[in-house]
T-cell receptor, first 110, second 114 residues
Framework: RKEVEQDPGPFNVPEGATVAFNCTYSNSASQSFFWYRQDCRKEPKLLMS???SGNEDGRFTAQLNRASQYISLLIRDSKLSDSATYLC???????????FGTGTRLKVLA | GAGVSQSPSNKVTEKGKDVELRCDPISGHTALYWYRQRLGQGLEFLIY????????KSGLPSDRFSAERTGESVSTLTIQRTQQEDSAVYLCASSPTQGPRSAFFGQGTRLTVV
């Protein structure tokens, strides 16, 4: 089993739609969680951290479910500019080793 | 500089040659990471440094790969006797010791082995 797993997609959604991605992780001792965004042929960039209580940044909401070992990302009112690959990242407890999922590709259609 | 800087941005090399890839992390970031991303694939962890030491080298794919870091700053990733399967984008990232431990990436070195 991979340490971090994501549905590769693509998720094709119309503008204005709400879309959600999940990511599961295998190490129950994982402590830090993030969502990164990667545009085609560009480097990954931090989208948001994921906190235990859940957190929101504008149209983006991230949640953590420790019991089921998954994190989620919800995007409301999708924009064309949201089209990208979204990478789930988990940092192992006590280390600085960041484990990346292979990403979920989102296409927002006009 | 303001961000993570990698050089060269592109490198074409002949099979069997050695290559060195360089990463300049954000000033003050003690953690530094190397990842590999093949075309259309996810990020593959190679190695990370805490200061100048590498507590985890488990991701290096073979003994042809090595990395070092000096002065808690610049890092070089060396690939000896390159093979075609080494063709990929090599991404470097750094993160601070304090606060949210998120990693900031450089723009990568695109390596093509012909």
């Amino acid at each position: 089993r991979k340490e971090v797993e994501q549905d590769p997609g693509p998720f094709n959604v119309p503008e204005g739609a709400t879309v959600a991605f999940n990511c599961t992780y295998s190490n129950s001792a994982s402590q830090s969680f993030f969502w990164y965004r990667q545009d085609c042929r560009k480097e990954p960039k931090l989208l948001m951290s994921v906190y235990s209580s859940g957190n929101e940044d504008g149209r983006f909401t991230a949640q953590l479910n420790r019991a089921s070992q998954y994190i989620s990302l919800l995007i409301r009112d999708s924009k064309l500019s949201d089209s990208a690959t979204y990478l789930c990242v988990v940092a192992a407890s006590g280390t600085y080793k960041y484990i990346f999922g292979t990403g979920t590709r989102l296409k927002v259609l006009a | 500089g303001a961000g993570v800087s990698q050089s060269p941005s592109n490198k074409v090399t002949e099979k069997g040659k050695d290559v060195e890839l360089r990463c300049d992390p954000i000033s003050g970031h003690t953690a530094l990471y190397w990842y590999r991303q093949r075309l259309g694939q996810g990020l593959e962890f190679l190695i990370y440094f805490q200061g100048n030491s590498a507590p985890d080298k488990s991701g290096l794919p073979s003994d042809r790969f090595s990395a070092e870091r000096t002065g808690e700053s610049v890092s070089t990733l060396t690939i000896q006797r390159t093979q075609q399967e080494d063709s990929a984008v090599y991404l470097c990232a750094s993160s601070p010791t304090q606060g949210p431990r998120s990693a900031f990436f450089g723009q990568g070195t695109r390596l093509t082995v012909v």
